[in-house]
């Protein structure tokens, strides 16, 4: 099993993950309360990198919650208390000294509702890197390019770059807003159920372009789709009332789970 620490990890057939070798982000004893609820309890869990890991469970049980933990998205909201360490690159990303802006730029976000600014395609893509300070133009159109390319938009838009984004139908606005969040050089995607709100033919072109991205990203996906789920990541993590019930490879939380209540979510007794 390339990635995983042999030593601390359970082998392939046995139970859940330990530990991976040099995980992207690893989450310790997180906690999380809005108010008087708690909404995330105790949860360790380890992302590894380059790999699609998936978050999945019932309604209400924290699967967003926890995505925006991973990028601070929840600082906006009042009244959030957060307990724990989430280790990015060497450091908690909680720590005081945090800037969020470049934190947000290396773990970029994609939300359920495709949401272009009411901009053109191009100024969509190099909106991002124009606030990190590059003006060459030159520059700016070839990230504009490798953005859409990378996002498998390229084609049906090279032609159309000054239109507006909003135009596009809603799997094109998804995967330009997968573009954008591509143009700042992120090295971690989150994206909370990003095809759910798509036609079928769309939902499978960005579950095909998630599969592509592991190859330069760590992705992170929120879904209640258990299909999409096993369709598209490596490893899969099964929330309940905002606990960590079950983390393992995918083929195995979906064909032998270790947990029963792990085993009565997939097979639909409840979600
Ligand atoms: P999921 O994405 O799995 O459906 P959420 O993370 O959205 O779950 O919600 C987890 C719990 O936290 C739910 O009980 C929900 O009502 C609560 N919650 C989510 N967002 C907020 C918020 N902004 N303020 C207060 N409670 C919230
Ligand atoms: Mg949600």
Known sequence: MPGINVKNALSDDSSSIKAFNNPIIDVENLNLWYGETHALSDINLEIPEKQVTAIIGPSGCGKSTFLRTLNRMNDRIPNVKIEGKIIYDGTNIYDRDIDVATLRKEIGMVFQKPNPFPKSIFENIAYGPKVHGITNKDKL?????????????????????????????GGQQQRL???????????????????????PVAMSKIEDLIYELKKDYSVVIVTHNMQEAARVSDYTAFFHLGELIEYSKTKKLFENPEKKMTEEYITGRFG
Not at 156 to 165: M, Q, W
Not at 179 to 199: I, Q
Request: hydrophobic share 50%; with cysteine.
């Open 141 to 169: 159109n070839e990230i504009v390019e490798t953005s859409l390319k990378n996002a498998a938009l390229w084609d049906e838009v090279k032609d159309r770059l000054n239109s507006s984004a909003m135009d596009l139908s």
């Open 177 to 199: 807003c997968i573009a954008r969040a591509l143009a700042v050089e992120p090295k971690v995607l989150l994206m909370d159920e990003p095809a759910s709100a798509l036609d």
